[in-house]
């Protein structure tokens, strides 16, 4: 069981990315999913969390900007960034929980820089 994420790269301050993490091997069950990043120098954070249901949470500083999304069917979540800032330079994390374990995904590198 693994999650997968991809989706990051460079893109000018204002521009968008979405970014995906999808879940395999053996799953027979996924509750919650989030994703969390951590900026060079500082300690890892939430972005954004969803449960099973599709309720979500957001940090203050991405509200209005990002949006998570899951598809239960494909067993992936998405993070749709919009407004990109430098300050969202980070390496993007995946995490859920997953057979009632929870797991980290490899990290995606997002560069906000013109």
């Known amino acids: 069981v693994q999650l997968q994420a991809s989706g990051g790269g460079l893109v000018q301050p204002g521009g968008s990315l979405r970014l995906s993490c999808a879940a395999s091997?053996?799953?027979?069950?996924?509750?919650?999913m989030g994703w969390y990043r951590q900026a060079p120098g500082k300690q890892r954070e939430l972005v954004a969390t969803?449960?099973?249901?599709?309720?979500?949470n957001y940090a203050d500083s991405v509200k209005g900007r990002f949006t998570i999304s899951r598809d239960n069917a494909k067993n992936t979540v998405y993070l749709q960034m919009n407004s990109l800032k430098p300050d969202d330079t980070a390496v993007y994390y995946c995490?859920?929980?997953?057979?009632?374990?929870?797991?980290w995904g490899q990290g995606t590198l997002v560069t906000v820089s013109s």
């Open positions: 995490n859920g929980d997953l057979n009632r374990r929870n797991y």
């Open positions: 091997g053996s799953v027979f069950s996924i509750s919650d």
């Open positions: 969803i449960t099973s249901g599709g309720r979500t």
